[in-house]
């Protein structure tokens, strides 16, 4: 497993942000990445003090930016005594090796600094297992520069593999036993849940998906009354939550689901399948979007993207544009009136932390599980007031 305490200091650490600028990906939208990279390295306790772009068509094989350029960023870290050196993208084993050899400083990615969040924040059995799942896949090609290695303990002859094999080999074995280890327990809580959802009995689910710190556990806690851990960082929760909601009467589960973000590793998105098992279950999707943002459309593009990978499609979806209060009266008349708003279908506009449109929200949900349910069980009578729910309670 990486390192937990790696980032965890008295003091805040600081570090530069690299990326790449080429005809795919503008000088523009790699500073855009850049930004999204700082947020992540905020959540991490990592003060991103400067940032270097370089023009490439690809990133160089050996050190990501070129020799030249690395030397120039090394030099730059060592007069300002940086400690990190945080990428953009995902380096090769080689890479990684390479800059950490001729810098001397600790190198992050984006996926390794993403792993380290989720370390952090994961706090139930599933999602703790998720994530050592993908750090056990990401460290299985970089064994050879880990910063600390596997704890295991070995005898003398009778140890597995004989005295003459090599400690790498031993340790890639290792891994290899634990993520087949880790899968078969996270098959085994899937199968649970599954039987979990089978006692549901007769219910309309709905899902919260979007990107990651969009609003979405705020609008939670607005619609079934609750207290959700809202916090201004990515990925500050990564465990679904799950709890029955009572609108007019009419009852239906609403599930709170990890927030998506640009370039999330593959191994990760794997993993995280049994988490998204509410969202892949349910009947309708609130697919909340940060409209203040300026890369609002992007956002959209990416989390569609991701359902699909996933294997969540052909969902109602009602598309939630949160933070509208942020926007100046003039867009957000344009935002309503034009093709946009029509495009995605059942739009609402609202303001989550103001309780700007709530009411509208929740006449539109109801509407949506009400019609779902007659569709779904068409043999039962939706007798509404039959049901007594608590509202909140988590299930």
Request: include cysteine.
């Amino acid at each position: 497993m990486i390192e937990k305490n790696i980032l965890v200091q008295n003091k805040e650490v600081k570090a530069y942000l690299i990326g790449i600028a080429n005809q795919k990906t503008t000088y523009v939208k790699a500073k855009e990445y850049l930004d999204e990279l700082a947020f992540l390295a905020e959540t991490a306790n990592v003060k991103s003090v400067g940032n270097f772009i370089q023009n490439l068509d690809r990133p160089h094989r050996a050190t990501y930016v070129g020799t030249g350029k690395l030397q120039e960023i090394s030099d730059k870290a060592k007069e300002n005594e940086i400690e990190f050196l945080i990428f953009d993208d995902e380096l090769s084993p080689m890479q990684l090796k390479n800059i950490e050899k001729e810098t001397g400083l600790k190198v992050l990615d984006r996926s390794s600094l993403i792993l380290y969040i989720f370390s952090l924040h994961a706090q139930s059995a599933q999602a703790k297992l998720q994530v050592e799942l993908a750090q056990n896949q990401y460290m299985l090609p970089r064994l050879t520069r880990l910063w600390t290695h596997l704890e295991r303990q070995r005898g003398g002859t009778g140890t597995r593999g004989g005295a003459g094999e090599k400690e790498i080999e031993t340790d890639r074995r290792i891994l290899r036993d634990r993520i087949s280890l880790l899968k078969k327990e996270l098959e085994k809580i899937g199968k649970q849940n599954d039987e979990r959802n089978k006692n549901r009995g007769a219910q309309v689910r709905v899902a919260l998906v979007g990107y990651t710190n969009v609003g979405k556990s705020t609008i939670m806690n607005q619609l079934t009354k609750s207290d959700v851990l809202v916090e201004n960082k990515l990925f500050a929760t990564l465990d679904t939550t799950v709890r029955k909601v009572v609108l007019e009467h009419t009852p239906f589960l609403l599930s709170d689901t990890v927030g998506f973000i640009r370039k999330l590793p593959h191994h990760l998105v794997e993993c995280f399948k049994s988490t998204l098992s509410e969202a892949k279950d349910s009947d309708i999707l609130l697919h909340v979007v940060d409209v203040s943002h300026p890369q609002f459309e992007d956002h959209i593009r990416v989390v569609s993207e991701t359902l699909r990978s996933v294997g969540i499609e052909n969902k109602k979806i009602i598309m939630v544009f949160n933070k509208s209060d942020l926007l100046p009266q003039d867009q957000r008349d344009v935002l309503e009136k034009t093709w946009f708003a029509h495009e995605h279908g059942t739009t609402v506009f609202i303001s989550a932390t103001q309780r700007w449109n709530i009411d509208e929200l929740r006449n539109i949900l109801l509407e949506n599980v009400r019609a779902t349910f007659k569709t779904k069980y068409p043999t039962i009578q939706p007798e509404w007031e039959l049901y007594q729910w608590e509202e909140g309670e988590e299930i």
